[in-house]
């Protein structure tokens, strides 16, 4: 038996070997082959998206004019999120034919087009045009397949439609509820290709462009104006070309975003008469980030970059609160913002006694209507309030949040205007936040502030405070809660040390604004207020060095190092602009 054993072995050990042989063959064929796919230009496909490498990134520039690219990594969330978009649109332009396509690039993988191309954060899409590898444009769209789409094809095709007669541009201004048209004498000229950089720019809105001279009278023109046509409010505003100035793209979108804005905005899940714009801003008294997705209206609302917010909360179920809305609107109309013509005629456009050249005066103040048994529920906690305080009146600061009140609710016209005009010219102190401090809360080692209680904390001569300011939704906050826990602990037998917190969400400061969570800042002892932001790394150790050196600030990582590796696997980076781990106001 032992015989056969040996003899069985001795037969079937060179099979043995040979078949391990074969396997180390097969797989080395198999990864000669993956090189050979890398090295090769052949572009392939996923989804109908283009999908590129260092090897036929240039093959894929020569051959298509218009190509969008998605630098990704594989371990990010928002990448793995816009995929199935991405694709979707890829098979929509290429179903079309378009000459616009697709493409994407593993960054993680490809670090040389990464570096290339200047990529710190995923997903980053960028155009490319006419092969020009130097020059790629960022993309400014929704990221959705309609977004994607649409901004391909005002990049494909002519962003405005050409029209050349009374006809079809009858048809055109009343074929949407809002359109631009722009009158030039000279297409060729600089203010029309103005126009139409424009024009590629804002998707949400449709574009025309005439320059017959049987459009120009039939609007009653006789220079180059842009016009926004709707269908509500005043029906049309005009927007006169300045000759000597001509025609400021950012001056005229900033215009074409406000008067395409009714004048008064209702805060709802409804669409209303304007689609969305392209991007989708956060809104600092819209809640961020995990309530649910913003209405509508929204977009439209934060959008505009008005600098102040005139609110009318009221209870949609109640006539007598509905009928406020009048004196509101009423009390808007001055704030709405003005164009200054530079010929004589005004709203109609025309020619007439030259005036003095001035540029647009801005609006100042977008008037909304918040429904508080609606979607406008969602925002009450930002203001401290409840469904029952309705009706009422606030003012926001949109530069830094501050919010205004009434002494006295007032809802006529003119006490709206007297009461802003007020806040605009400084004379009115803002309404402030302050939550009500816990009967504990200098018992624990973490001191818990409130607006009440924050100046004789914070300021203490002979205390070295250093505060936590968070929000109880972020992610960022709650990752840290335990390191400052820990540092509480460690410090909560020094006297000259506090260790606190602020939920900045409840508790407002006069003379700190916080733009994100979390906000850690240090007041030192001693007389003058001072302040310290702590910027550099978040954990116990390096919190106790800096306490310890009394306030001096380690030196901070670059911030590139923040970004190249996922925090753990499966987690995406942080957006531009919170490479320091935060949310944003």
Request: glycine fraction near 6%.
């Amino acid at each position: 038996l032992v015989w056969l054993l040996v003899l069985s072995l001795a037969w079937l050990g060179p099979a043995l070997g040979d078949e391990d042989k074969d396997e180390e063959v097969v797989e080395e064929k198999e990864k000669e082959k993956k090189e050979d796919e890398v090295l090769s230009d052949e572009i392939k496909e996923e989804d109908n998206v283009l999908v590129l490498h260092e090897h036929n990134f240039a093959r894929a520039l020569s051959e298509h004019q218009l190509l969008l690219v998605e630098f990704y990594a594989p371990w990010c969330g928002h990448c793995q999120q816009l995929a199935p978009a991405f694709a979707q649109a890829a098979t929509e332009l290429r179903n079309e034919s378009s000459p616009a396509r697709l493409g994407k690039v593993d960054a993680t993988a490809q670090t040389a087009l990464a570096t290339e191309f200047g990529i710190t954060s995923y997903p980053t899409l960028k155009l490319f045009r006419d092969g020009n590898r130097t020059h790629p444009l960022a993309y400014t769209g929704r990221m959705d397949s309609q977004g994607i789409v649409r901004w391909m094809q005002r990049r494909a095709g002519p962003s405005a439609t050409l029209l050349q007669d009374t006809d079809t541009a009858t048809a055109f201004v009343s074929s949407q509820d809002l359109v631009v048209v722009g009158f030039f004498k000279d297409l060729r000229g600089e203010a029309a290709q103005a126009y139409l950089e424009v024009a590629a720019e804002m998707m949400d809105m449709t574009f025309g462009v005439a320059e017959a001279a049987e459009l120009f009278q039939a609007y009653g023109l006789s220079a180059d104006t842009v016009c926004l046509f709707k269908k509500f409010d005043e029906r049309q505003t005009n927007f006169p070309v300045d000759p000597a100035r001509g025609l400021d793209t950012a001056e005229l979108t900033k215009l074409l975003r406000v008067h395409s804005l009714q004048l008064v905005m209702e805060f709802t899940n409804e669409v209303q008469p304007v689609p969305s714009p392209v991007t989708v801003p956060q809104g600092p008294w819209l809640p961020c980030p995990h309530p649910p997705p913003p209405p509508q209206t929204s977009n439209q609302i934060f959008g505009a970059k008005i600098p102040h917010h005139m609110l009318l909360f009221l209870n949609k179920s109640s006539s007598e609160q509905l009928s406020l809305r009048d004196g509101f609107r009423a009390a808007a109309s001055g704030f709405r913002g003005e164009v200054r013509w530079p010929h004589g005629r005004d709203m109609e456009g025309g020619c007439g006694t030259p005036q003095a050249q001035h540029p647009p005066f801005p609006a100042q103040v977008l008037f909304v209507v918040v429904d508080v048994t609606g979607h406008g529920a969602d925002v009450l906690p930002f203001f401290g309030m409840t469904p029952a305080d309705a009706p009422t009146l606030r003012l926001v600061k949109m530069e830094n949040n501050r919010k205004y009140q009434m002494e006295q609710d007032n809802f006529s016209d003119s006490a709206i205007r007297t009461f802003i005009q007020a806040v605009l010219d400084g004379k009115v102190k803002p309404h402030l936040l302050s939550a009500e401090p816990p009967e504990d809360w200098d018992t624990r080692p973490v001191k818990v502030l409130v607006g009440k209680t924050f100046e004789q904390v914070a300021f203490d001569e002979t205390k070295n405070v250093f505060v936590k300011f968070y929000a109880p939704w972020c992610p960022h906050c709650q990752a840290m809660a335990a390191a400052w826990e820990e540092l509480a602990e460690r410090y909560k037998d020094r006297e000259d040390i506090v260790i606190a917190e602020m939920d900045s969400t409840a508790n407002e400061l006069e003379n700190i604004t916080i733009h994100g969570f979390p906000t850690l800042h240090y007041f030192p002892a001693g007389p003058g207020r001072k302040m310290v932001e702590y910027k550099s790394t978040r954990d116990v150790e390096t919190f106790s060095k800096f306490l310890d050196n009394g306030g001096t600030l380690p030196v901070e990582p670059p911030v590139g190092e923040v970004r190249e590796q996922p925090p753990f696997p499966g987690q995406s980076p942080a957006p531009a602009g919170q490479g320091d781990g935060s949310c944003r106001m």
